[in-house]
């Protein structure tokens, strides 16, 4: 999976073929980042002017039922919250998902989506603002309540992010003990919480007020923030699993910093605005942290080819060690 998902060259083929079909006549498609997907700007060649982005899934990744109701979830946000999201796009022949043959006779699922302007609020410079997390906490908080009302919701097709599909016994993104950087000692201790996870989790329970349709990725690099507006992009991880997931998924690779429960109180204050958060979510805070990172670490293990991969793993072991030893002196 991995190496053929690192073939740059292979991925920028099918975004090449894609643009025909688009009505993007003479457009270039730019590589903006390669991760879980490869995401390219489509812009006219010579003002620069972007079209739109274009994302192109891994094979097997998603289906299309799976990629429609993604799509339907946008138009819902758009239409009945007052949250800024990236519209799709239709092609020529007015569909959402474009299926895209590639040079190795595969199928690519394609989909393009508004170009939003603004930064992301993940900077690589560590100056993350505790006003900015309170505004991502409301915004998660209007997803939440959207999906929670929403009739159609019970009739979307898409993951399920829960225990068994992260970090037990059927990984989407792999095993976390595939990571190689853990010794046995370590990889015991992991054990241990996976655990106690396990049994919080299976004692918290899965209602509508804490378990329904999320972003499930809803990190820094997933916001963008242009002057006093906060706009949400990459809904490709969305699925059905626990509102807390989405607070674990805001601080994704930075769980371990020493400013991260400044962070988390204030996307608590922003998120109360909308909807309510009990005292019973709030002490499993740290349950959802850890097993984010350890969903995390399997995607390190699994997608060791990928761009960011290598700059990520640099520390981890010690922080997931501390983030474990804290969550035993808790809770174990």
Known sequence: MASTFANKGLYQQVADEAIRYYPYDGAEAKLLAFSENATYVLRDPQSHEPYGVLRIGRPGYHTIEEYEGEMSWLRQINDYTPLIVANPLTGRDGKYIQVVPGPDGRNYSCVVTEFLKGETLENGDDSYSTD??????????????????????????????????????????????????????????????????????????????????????????????????????????????????????????????????????AWHDGYCKVMPFTDTDFVEIDTFILQRRLQLTAWLASHSDSDPVKDLSRGWVEGTMYLADRYLHVFG
């Open 132 to 265: 900015e997390y309170e505004q991502l906490g409301e915004i998660t908080a209007y997803l939440h309540r959207q999906s929670y009302i929403w009739n159609g919701t019970k009739n979307i097709v898409r993951t399920h992010w829960d225990y068994d599909t992260m970090i037990g016994d059927h990984p989407i993104w792999g095993r976390w003990q595939a990571f190689g950087g853990f010794n046995e000692e370590q990889r015991d201790e992991l054990t241990r919480c996976c655990k106690i996870i396990r049994r919080r989790l299976e004692r918290y329970g899965k209602a509508p007020e804490n378990f329904g349709l999320i972003h499930a990725d809803l990190r820094g690099s997933n916001v963008m923030v242009d002057e006093s507006q906060i706009k949400v992009i990459d809904f490709d991880d969305c699925g059905f699993g626990w509102h807390l997931h989405d607070l674990a998924g805001s601080i994704s690779f930075i769980e371990d910093r020493d400013f991260v429960p400044d962070l988390i109180n």
